[in-house]
């Protein structure tokens, strides 16, 4: 049985949200391991800029 959705029908509406639900519940994870390597990069590059600014102020001492 084929079911044809007609833009702004309830079925339209409940199968758009179903799919984006499926879509949101594959995207967490993959967003989620995103975030933390990209909070761990954030730390390690002002890690960085830190000891650059030490050894800077050390070099003009």
């Given at each position: 049985?084929?079911l044809?959705?007609?833009?702004?029908?309830?079925?339209?509406?409940?199968?758009?949200?179903?799919?984006t639900?499926?879509?949101?519940?594959?995207?967490?994870?993959?967003?989620?391991?995103?975030?933390?390597?990209q909070?761990?990069?954030?730390?390690?590059?002002?890690?960085?800029?830190?000891?650059?600014?030490?050894?800077?102020?050390?070099r003009?001492?």
């Amino acid at each position: 049985m084929a079911l044809c959705l007609v833009a702004g029908s309830a079925e339209a509406t409940t199968a758009f949200s179903s799919s984006t639900a499926l879509v949101n519940a594959e995207k967490a994870p993959k967003q989620s391991q995103i975030t933390k390597l990209q909070t761990s990069t954030t730390t390690q590059l002002s890690a960085v800029g830190t000891v650059k600014a030490a050894l800077e102020s050390y070099r003009t001492a």
